[in-house]
């Protein structure tokens, strides 16, 4: 159990959040709308910006060129807008290309209107932080070499800063400060964006991927009680078929034409019979056991837990005592949770994993508290590991072995949802240990009912 790893049933949920990473072009991030709408704003608020220089402030303001600018925005949005009249999402590469756009737009009206000198220079930030919140990080980088590359033009070559008669002159040592601040500013913000923005992705993707696996599950928890029930209710009706197909047997001639066919009957009949109690007993001690609101003891739940997860190599040693022998009390009664189940099983199965030869899994209670103890004789968790497990997409540099730590999160997440808590730490002389504990209150059944 030297690494978190998922389970089997997840393997697919993990291979599409790698293909996610690596290719997030396909993800279609962006509504057209979004971008456009953004777009609508800038335009008034540029529009609005020049008027008010030039003709509320008195500054003399390049109109005809300026408006020109604002106008190409323009008539780009009503192009979009005429050539797709219905909710459009775009791919990385076209979203990267608008907001490219957006930069050489305001970075031609910064041109017109005095360069880094003018106090909305600083918008050029806008686009980047964009992008790094819905885009790949290869279009993010691509956007912040465009834009550094527009803020050094920019600092070298533009008209005026419009100011009364006579101008006005900021030192180059000014300009080159806020070359500076802008540059390092569009650097930060799109990696301190992107890293948060990827991280609300990633726990999305693994929160989405915990619900699908108690969502499986759930169905094969429903999928046993169906079998049981069906077994149960078709056992009747083909008690009643036997029954009657053997006296029709016995009251028949020996040389009657029907002979064969009624014999046929009774074969077949207790061929369904057989089958409805291999069914049966399936849905009681296979994988996919009983009802989710079947009872039973705790150390049943565990050794539940961990019977789709038997390798030949690994041998399980399991283990029931109470905590405190004197107050202690009857060993508790549990439901059969698929939270639970599905947890403590892709635990088991991590141990598994890493096991060199045995996997002990103990389970204990006390007056207030149940444990499940799963331990093994692997290497134990990597160093430096042990503070993130738990965590979805674990990095290569923390986790040698390349597991994504999908499984473990998975399982950390549904156990906390039944009310546990869960402590992982290298045991003694070797291998790892998982602890999982609940308050009795919560987990145990108190009234069996009537």
């Known amino acids: 159990m030297d690494a978190p790893s998922g389970g089997r049933e997840i393997d697919h949920i ?9 290719a997030p072009a396909a993800t279609d991030p962006v509504r057209l709308r979004t971008l456009t709408l ?7 608020g540029q529009a609005l910006a020049l008027l008010i220089v030039h003709f509320g402030l008195g500054f003399p303001v390049p109109l005809a060129a300026a408006f020109s600018v604002v106008g190409a925005s323009l008539l780009l949005n009503l ?17 990267a290309a608008f907001l490219a756009f957006d930069i050489m737009q305001l970075a031609a009206l910064l041109y017109l209107t005095g360069g880094l000198e003018n106090p909305f220079s600083f918008l050029l930030l ?28 920019l600092a070298v070559m533009h008209y005026p800063l419009p100011w009364e008669e006579g101008g006005f002159s900021v030192p180059q040592m000014y300009v080159l400060g806020i070359w500076v601040a802008l540059a390092v ?15 609300a992705r990633r726990m999305s993707n693994a929160l989405a991927a915990s619900q699908l696996a108690l969502a499986r599950e759930q169905q094969f928890a429903a999928l046993g009680g169906l079998a049981a029930a069906a077994a149960h209710e ?70 539940a837990a961990a019977e789709r997860h038997h390798q030949d190599h690994v041998t399980f040693s399991f283990e029931t005592m109470p905590l405190q022998e004197n107050a202690a009390g009857p060993e508790p009664i549990v439901v059969r949770s698929p939270e639970v189940i599905h947890g403590i099983g892709n635990i088991i199965q991590n141990a598994v994993q890493f096991a060199l030869s045995t996997v002990y899994v103990s389970s204990g209670w006390d007056a207030d ?44 997440t549904l156990l906390q949802r039944s009310g546990a808590t869960v402590a992982f730490e290298n045991d003694r002389p070797k291998g790892a240990k998982v602890d999982i504990v609940w308050r009795r209150d919560h987990l145990e059944v108190q009234e069996l009912g009537p």
């Open 14 to 22: 993990m291979s599409v959040n790698a293909a996610y990473e690596m």
């Open 38 to 44: 953004i777009r609508w704003v800038a335009i008034v």
């Open 79 to 95: 192009i979009v807008m005429s050539g797709h009249p219905t909710p459009v999402r775009l791919g990385d590469r076209p979203a």
């Open 126 to 153: 806008a686009p980047v932080a964009v992008s790094a919140t819905i885009l790949s990080i290869r279009s993010t980088f691509a956007l912040c070499v465009l834009s550094v590359a527009s803020i050094t033009l």
């Open 185 to 199: 500013g569009i650097v930060f913000f799109a990696i301190y964006t992107w890293r948060v923005a990827e991280e």
């Open 234 to 303: 078709l056992g009747s009706p083909l008690g009643t078929i036997a029954v009657v197909s053997g006296e029709i047997a016995r009251d028949l001639p020996d040389d009657s034409l029907i002979s064969d066919d009624v014999q046929l009957l009774i074969s077949e009949t207790a061929r369904c019979r057989d089958i409805l109690a291999e069914l049966s007993d399936r849905s009681d001690e296979g994988e996919d056991r009983s009802s989710p609101f079947s009872l039973l003891p705790v150390h049943a739940l565990v050794q």
């Open 369 to 412: 508290e149940i444990r499940v103890s799963i331990r093994d004789d692997g290497p134990g968790f990597p160093p430096g590991l042990l503070e993130h497990v738990g965590e979805p997409y674990i990095s290569s540099r923390m986790n040698p072995a390349g597991h994504m730590g999908l499984g473990i999160f998975i399982a950390k």
